[in-house]
C-alpha cells in the first residue's frame, strides 16, 4: 500500500513540475489538455514501469491527476482514463498513441533533468497537432 502512495505521489509530482516549470499549456483550450493528459499517462507508464507499477496504480494515477490537477469531472476523469487506455492501441486513435508514446519518451528526459529536451518536445506536439487541425 505504501508503495502505491509513493507512486502516486511522485506522479502528482511530475505533473506539478511540469505544468508548473517545463510545459506551457492554455488550462482553458481543451485541445491542448487532452494533449497534455496523453503525454502525462506516457510519463507514468514510463515511472509504473521503472517501479514495477500495476495498470491499475497507473490508472488511478491518471484519474486522479485529471480531476485534480487538469480540473476535470470525476466521471470525465474516468472517461479520459479508458479513451487513453484504449489509444494505446495504435488502431484506436493513431495521434493519440503517439502523443503516450512520446510521453513515455519524456518521462526519461525528465528523470534525466532534461527539462529544456522535455519542454521541446511537448512543444513540439502542440504545434504538430494544431497546424493539422487548422487544416
Do not use: W
Not at 6 to 32: G, M, P, R, Y
Not at 54 to 70: D, F, H, R, S, Y
Not at 106 to 128: A, H, P, Q, W
Amino acid at each position: 500500500m505504501e508503495e502505491n502512495k509513493d507512486f502516486l505521489n511522485e506522479c502528482i509530482s511530475i505533473t506539478n513540475t511540469t505544468i508548473d516549470k517545463v510545459f506551457k499549456i492554455d488550462s482553458n483550450d481543451e485541445q491542448e489538455k487532452q494533449i497534455l493528459g496523453a503525454y502525462l499517462f506516457g510519463m507514468f507508464n514510463g515511472l509504473g514501469h521503472e517501479k514495477n507499477s500495476t495498470p491499475v496504480e497507473i490508472q488511478g494515477a491518471m484519474i486522479q491527476v485529471a480531476n485534480e490537477k487538469l480540473k476535470y469531472s470525476l466521471e470525465s476523469a474516468v472517461q479520459f482514463r479508458q479513451f487513453f487506455i484504449n489509444s494505446t492501441d495504435k488502431g484506436f486513435h493513431p495521434t493519440m498513441f503517439a502523443i503516450i508514446h512520446r510521453g513515455l519518451e519524456g518521462y526519461f528526459m525528465y528523470k534525466n533533468g532534461e527539462t529544456e529536451k522535455l519542454s521541446r518536445d511537448f512543444c513540439d506536439i502542440i504545434e504538430v497537432v494544431k497546424a493539422a487541425t487548422e487544416r
